[in-house]
């Protein structure tokens, strides 16, 4: 029995710069990785309610996945089965670091439901969004959201280089109780320790997987994890330092797992 994680945005599902076909024959490659016995996981920083209207409209399948960079887990069933939380006292304090520099586009998370502005905005008129509920998860208030068990806060930064530089900040602010990834130009804040690798180490400890047949595939920097822990794959698309870590390049998913399978 193998694993396999791949990232969502950019890796598995590259949106506008990927046609259906190619999307269509990642979904074909990971049903016929299953009939062989083997797992999938999808391993992303966005919530597990943040992949509703993607699991809806592309049918997506998958054993398992792990949302938040590894701070929550699923399996096949929407059972979660593992979340670690943020310390209540810290999530205020980075809040309040974000509003003090002016950062307006950022959310609160339990993996589940949160505050969220920027993706309501963006889906307001949306029909189907509103219909599978995903709207009315991302509006509570900010107050209401730290109230709550917090297992992620993210932070929309204007470019890649900002939000490297913000990561960095947070990391070294809050060092021991948060960890902090860049991610394109996003930060994503999850409990100290956790990365796509640690949520991966997770699945294949439940199967008694061994680490050499452990594959993680993905495109940024919160992504390098895996590569670091288990056999690493980015694709064609990653920048050159991502390639750099990367132990191979492929133009798709489908062709690695092909190649591993």
Excluded: C
Excluded at 198 to 217: P, Q, R, S, W
């Amino acid at each position: 029995m193998k694993l396999f994680g791949s990232d969502y945005d950019g890796t598995f599902n590259r949106h506008g710069s990927r046609d259906e076909f190619e999307l269509q024959e990642n979904l074909d490659a990971v049903a016929k990785w299953q009939a062989a016995g083997n797992i999938f996981a999808f391993a992303t920083g966005r919530s597990i309610n943040g992949l509703t209207y993607d699991r809806h409209v592309t049918g997506i399948k998958f054993d398992y996945l792990i949302g938040l960079n590894g701070g929550i887990i699923i399996n096949d069933q929407d059972d979660v089965i593992f979340r670690k939380l943020i310390d209540p006292d810290i999530s205020q304090k980075i809040v309040e670091l974000i509003k003090n520099r002016g950062l307006e586009w950022f959310s609160v998370t339990d993996g589940l439901q949160g505050y969220h502005p920027a993706i309501v905005n963006w889906r307001i008129d949306d029909e189907l969004w509103q219909k599978l509920g995903i709207k009315e998860s991302f509006s509570l208030s900010l107050e209401t959201a730290l109230a709550n068990p917090v297992a992620m806060i993210a932070v929309e930064m204007p470019t890649s280089e900002d939000a490297a530089t913000f990561a960095t900040l947070i990391n070294q602010t809050f060092a021991g109780h948060v960890t902090a990834f860049s991610n394109i130009n996003n930060v994503d804040i999850g409990a100290s320790g956790l990365s796509k690798a640690t949520g991966l180490e997770y699945i294949a400890n439940l199967h008694g997987i061994d680490k050499n047949d452990v594959f993680g595939m993905g495109d940024s920097y919160n992504d390098v994890p895996m590569f670091e822990a288990f056999h690493g794959f980015t694709v064609s698309n990653a920048n050159d330092e991502i390639k750099s870590l990367a132990d191979k390049i492929y133009p798709t998913v489908s062709a690695a797992l092909e190649d591993v399978i």
